[in-house]
């Protein structure tokens, strides 16, 4: 079983992001693509793995 990592939606165009959390080993589709509430557009996934080291 692949556990899913946490990762990051950011909006391109306005720079909102969210943190989505897959709570199980099913990918839901509706957490695999977002759209900014503001601009409409999709958001861009991002790995966690670089702000996990920020807080270290
Ligand atoms: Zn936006």
Redo the contacts with the bound molecule.
Sequence with gaps: MIKQNPFILR??????SKIVRPKSDVINPTEMVSF??????S?KRESLSGLFKLLG
């Design positions: 909006c391109p165009e306005c720079g909102d900014c509430s503001k601009c409409k557009v958001m």
